[in-house]
């Protein structure tokens, strides 16, 4: 007989024992009162100087990091709320689990900690805290206490981290409801970028640093907590609603702007990323290792500042309307990634890498001496080509202020919107490509290319076509990036660097963003662009720092941090629902079916 007794008194999933003993009913009462101490927290002094970032002095008014702690302490109560199964909060933990609701207690400790030893260290001593800055620490380890207190979901520490056991499917809602999720989705993630692209730059990038790990953590709960999934499942069912709402979404973000600077951020964002899923058909889907892609960026560019009419320019006297400049840039990249790509294709693995890296570093040399007296005068050499002119549309000059809808749009948000669109288009030929016959070859080749030779496959074309495509689409934003700074010199394009753009910082973009996905690169690129920009302190150690992330990346997400299905398999050996239970038929069967063929 089936037993269909359900229990409401703990959360589901609960198989070990807790790290604290104290009661269920005890240990969830903890997190909450813990939240809710840590929400009053920010309504006093942390401090009592101004020069802390922020200044967290006043009384009853929470301002820079007390922010964050406040949205900490008021996410972790609405977690600890679902442990009560609350009507109207269910769908944030639908398991109940112990592991979202530790994870979100994380967040708000981690980002109160930080700033409790950030003023700590910066101003001298403990005796710069206010009597809240002991009342915000004490009252976030609350909630980390209660969470540990309830029955650990698994056998280990990494249980805790772990996506959560037995997730309930989502009850069937109308598709205008599910698109209406996916609308308040992505506003949120247009708030919560817009917030961080805004924050201010600190010497020390305080106020940054606590939002990237409230965000880290938060993360993680969500996808604890299996909500990830779901929002992936509706953006499969709706996958071009989500794609325009997403590109609608970023085209707002312009007009949130006050300043020209983050647009200034955002539209090299943007260049980079579109780079990167360029470098992805070559890597994520055809699994061609480029450690010399870059080069490709900085022909277009070079190739667009020479018609652009600069007076350094070679070719002074001539300047071509938009598009043909575009043109320019995408042909001489193709030609570039053909002439390059014909005669080297046939290698495989590192071989092909040490060639690629060999490219690479030939390019920039090369530009660096075409100054008329090391060789031919076309580049200008180490000066490179200054003084490119704004690009002009139907009459709209992208380097001048324009009003719409009462905004102000300046020179770079300009260019924000036109670099937009032209992501849009790389997207669109990235997901044509992937899904086509020759996507298809590619992922073959990748695979095992002498299986798929085997199989009729003209490898050496195939990657031929990967290999031009993705320099022809870094081209395109090699054009635009050209325009953007003003000027184009020979000394971003290499192999690695502290900034940039540099083959090293793409390859990484499409490897922590998820190889052979869309959105993977696009988040690798702009978080790499981003937290450099912002944590300027790190100026002389960005490339240690930048290794170990990747390290730690490769530890514990080899897959990216937006992997596809193959991806997670390959890297995930366990848990593999694709492959079906090996059963043994029964003793008795056996013996059957033996003196069946017997008698035979």
Known sequence: MTDTTKTTGAPQGAQGTPVIPLPAGAARILIAVGAVATMASTMLAWTWTSEFPGDLTV???PAGLQL??????????????????????RWLN????????????????????????????????????????????????????????????????????????????????????ERIII??????????????????????????????????FATWAVFAAGLTDRFSAL?????????????????????????????????????????????????????????????FLGVGAYAAALVSGSEYSRFSGTQLPFWGAVLVGMAAS??????????????????????????????RIAVNNLDGSSGPDITNGPNGIANIPDLEI???????????????????ANYFLLMLVFTAIVVLVFTRAADSRIGRSWVAIREDETAATAMGINGFRVKLVAFALGAALAGLAGTVSAHVSYSVVPTPYQFA????????????????????????????????????????????????????????????????????????????ETGQLDIPEQQSLPEGTIGATKATKAGA
């Open 59 to 61: 009384t009853g008014y």
């Open 68 to 89: 964050l702690t406040l949205t900490g302490g008021i996410l972790t109560l609405l977690y600890a709320l679902t442990l009560w199964n609350v009507r109207g909060l």
């Open 94 to 177: 639908p398991a109940r689990a112990g592991g979202p609701v530790f994870l979100m207690a994380l967040a708000a400790f981690a980002v109160t900690w930080y700033t409790v030893l950030a003023i700590t260290i910066e101003l001298g001593g403990l005796a710069n805290l206010e009597p809240g800055g002991y009342v915000a620490a004490i009252a976030s380890l609350l909630p980390v206490l209660g969470a540990l207190a309830l029955p650990r979901p698994g056998d280990t520490w990494k249980s805790y981290f772990a996506k959560a056991d037995d997730i309930p499917a989502a009850h069937e809602v109308p598709a205008w409801a």
């Open 183 to 216: 609308t308040l989705c992505l506003a949120l993630g247009l708030i919560v970028f817009t917030y961080g692209i805004g924050t201010p730059d600190d010497e020390y990038g305080e106020t940054f640093s606590g939002f990237m790990l409230l965000v880290l």
């Open 235 to 295: 953006n499969a069912r709706h996958k071009g609603f989500a794609t325009s709402m997403a590109f609608l979404a970023a085209a707002v973000f312009p007009f949130t702007q006050s300043e020209d600077h983050n647009a200034n951020i955002g539209v090299n964002i943007l260049i980079f990323a579109t780079v990167a899923l360029g470098l992805n058909i070559v890597v994520g889907l055809t699994g061609l290792l480029d450690l010399g892609y870059v080069a």
């Open 334 to 363: 193709l030609i570039f990634g053909v002439l390059i790509g014909a005669p080297t294709l046939r290698l495989r693995g590192d071989y092909l890498a040490i060639v690629t890296l060999g490219f690479g570093e030939i390019f």
């Open 394 to 412: 139907l009459g709209f000059n992208l380097g001048e202020p324009h009003v719409i809808a009462g905004f102000t749009l300046g020179r770079f």
């Open 497 to 572: 660097g502290a900034a940039p753009p540099n083959s090293a910082f793409l390859l990484a973009a499409v490897v922590l963003g998820g190889m052979g996905t869309v959105s993977g690169p696009l988040l690798g690129a702009s978080l790499l662009y981003l937290i450099p920009e912002k944590l300027s302190f790190l100026k002389n150690y960005e490339l240690l720092a930048f290794g170990i992330a990747l390290i730690l990346l490769m530890r514990f997400r080899p897959e990216g941090i937006i992997a596809n299905r193959r991806r997670q398999l390959e890297f995930h």
